[in-house]
């Protein structure tokens, strides 16, 4: 048997019986360089960041590239921080499960520390940590995995949440948002010296880079206003040449950690395999499992150096492709199918988004959407061919079965998606003149079926319990009054607002011609039990074109 906290230079061979590689550096050499001259800050201390930008660091340790390793600061759950990273040492068991069954299993030791950061009205200690960090040149990169809910400043009326309007009345001294929180540590290492850093999002969705800037530039602009900090600091955020915000387009498809996984490890000796499951709703463990297939495509802007990203598979390049690689994934490519297995996974009842890609009918309505409607419009970024990305997902990623994801994790904040998922793709159609928006069909398919999933009724004719959504208690009660049993009601006054709303789509549904096929298609799949599943093959029979 062996554990996570074990010395893994003097027990390689226990490692090695639980098929666990193990790093060549000394953890806690590389822990004391770390701390002493930073050189990598990450927020977000979830799955993703343990499977891949830990994995990033360690291979730069690993290979003599680096000598220094990560600091990772949480702002939402104190259990990652104390009962996995502090637990554990700060180490990390990453497992990548292959579609043939097998794994490959690697120990990292690339994260020196982990700083819980929440509120700093009730918890200074983790701010101050962090800005004794932030204020020391030797700190390159600052990198971001929080979610695109982590960069909201308002809600859907457009006023600031409490926590934000709070911060901007009380200034830097305590925020509680974690924006706010940053803005406030940037303002540290611009009172001591003024020297340059790159804020870098790799968070999964479009202009990442550009969001945080605006994020930031909103909270400093609003402490000016009251005379918080002056104009030198707005100048400071402002010179690219001082502060970076490249985009980026990161791919590895990380869920939860798998209960298969936890009992695969504990089988093979590896004692510290325990699932984690947080007050709040947390799910992590000393292991995160996670595919094989990933991409990393950075904008390389660093104006005070950074570690070299490039020799741990990195691409970094210049923005327009890392904007036509993301534009690609985001809206053509992956994210767009994987929202389609979501909405129809979950009122279908599918449990895994591998046991999806065993209904025919779904895997042709992501061939549709991907092959034919949305790679005609796409850019091909060079760096990655679209095609071969789509064949990979369909024929190896989303297929396998060792990559426990479920369709409710996927459908997670979906109005928040859906303008970038599907609205980048429609506008490209009204943008072509050689091309109709109305010649689209399972695009709309999909929207009709998300308005039937906001019933909150799956397609037996149960209700069921919708992901959590920022705008589902809103969007469902204009459909809440709608009954299955007839396709001739009249749907418009219930979903008008809904397909209208640029705010969801970035453009009006109707305005572009799709409005009143998607309430055609919504109404057929209120004829009752079996009706999504019938709308869709009858669709797919009637409309979809041959995918080579």
């Not at 990772?72 to 637990?87: E, H, L, R």
């Not at 009326?157 to 940053?182: T, W, Y």
């Not at 980026?248 to 695969?264: F, H, L, V």
């Not at 019933?455 to 705008?471: A, H, L, Q, V, Y």
Request: proline share 5%.
């Amino acid at each position: 048997m062996v554990k996570i906290t074990d010395n893994y230079l003097e027990n390689k061979q226990a490692f090695a019986d639980s098929k666990i590689t193990v790093p060549t550096y000394d953890a806690k050499k590389v822990a004391e360089k770390t701390l002493a001259e930073p050189h990598w800050i990450h927020f977000g201390g979830g799955n993703l960041f343990r499977a891949f930008h830990a994995a990033i660091a360690s291979k730069l340790l690993d290979d003599g590239v680096a000598d220094t390793g990560v600091i990772v600061s949480d702002t939402y759950d104190d259990q990652v921080v104390n009962d996995i990273y502090g637990k554990y040492d700060n180490k990390i068991v990453r497992v990548v499960t292959k579609a043939d069954g097998s794994q490959d299993r690697d120990l990292f030791a690339s994260v020196a520390k982990a700083v819980f950061a929440g509120p700093a009205t009730e918890d200074a200690s983790g701010f101050e940590e962090l800005k004794s960090y932030f204020t020391q040149s030797s700190l390159q990169v600052v990198s971001f995995s929080i979610t695109e809910k982590g960069y909201h400043l308002k809600n859907g009326a457009g006023e600031f949440f409490p926590p934000v309007a709070r911060d901007i009345e009380n200034g830097p001294a305590k925020p509680e948002n974690n924006m706010s929180l940053l803005v406030s540590l940037l303002l540290a290492r611009y009172q001591n010296g003024a020297v340059p850093l790159t804020m870098m999002s790799t968070d999964n969705f479009s202009q990442n880079g550009d969001r945080l800037k605006s994020s930031v530039m909103t909270i400093a602009k609003a402490w000016q206003d009251k005379g918080f900090v002056d104009q030198g600091f707005i100048d400071y955020l402002s010179d690219s040449k001082k502060i970076a915000f490249p985009l980026s387009m990161i791919d590895r498809i990380t869920p939860n950690p798998s209960e298969t996984i936890e009992k695969s490890l504990l089988d093979d000796g590896f004692e510290d395999a325990t699932i984690l499951h947080s007050k709040k709703h947390t799910n992590i463990a000393a292991f995160t499992n996670t595919e094989e297939a990933h991409y990393l495509v950075v904008e390389d802007t660093f104006p005070n150096g950074r570690p070299a990203f490039e020799k741990a598979g990195v691409i970094m390049t210049d923005r327009d492709t890392v904007n036509s690689a993301d534009e690609m994934k985001v809206t053509t490519c992956l994210n767009p199918l994987h929202t389609a297995l979501a909405v129809y996974g979950s009122i279908l009842g599918y449990q895994s988004i591998s046991s999806e890609m065993g209904n025919e009918d779904l895997v042709a309505l992501i061939k549709q959407i991907g092959y034919v409607e949305g790679l005609p419009v796409v850019k091909d970024p060079k760096v990655i061919n679209p095609k071969s990305f789509i064949d990979e997902l369909v024929q190896k990623r989303l297929p396998n079965p060792y990559t426990p994801d479920k369709p409710q994790r996927i459908a997670t904040d979906t109005s928040q998606k859906l303008g970038v998922r599907y609205g980048v793709t429609i506008q490209h159609y009204v943008d072509d003149a050689n091309r109709d928006p109305k010649d689209l069909n399972f695009i709309p398919l999909v929207i009709a079926t998300w308005l039937r999933y906001l019933m909150g009724i799956n397609d037996k004719g149960e209700t069921f319990e919708p992901s959590p959504d920022p705008m589902y208690d809103e969007l469902h009660a204009k459909v809440a009054d709608l009954k299955l049993g007839s396709s001739d009601v009249d749907v418009h006054e219930d979903v008008k607002g809904i397909l209208s709303n640029k705010g969801i789509f970035n453009l009006d549904l109707y305005e572009v011609g799709l409005g009143d096929k998607i309430e055609a298609y919504f109404k057929q799949e209120l004829a009752g039990a079996g009706a999504i599943e019938q709308v869709l093959h009858d669709t797919l029979a009637a409309k979809g074109q041959e995918v080579d």
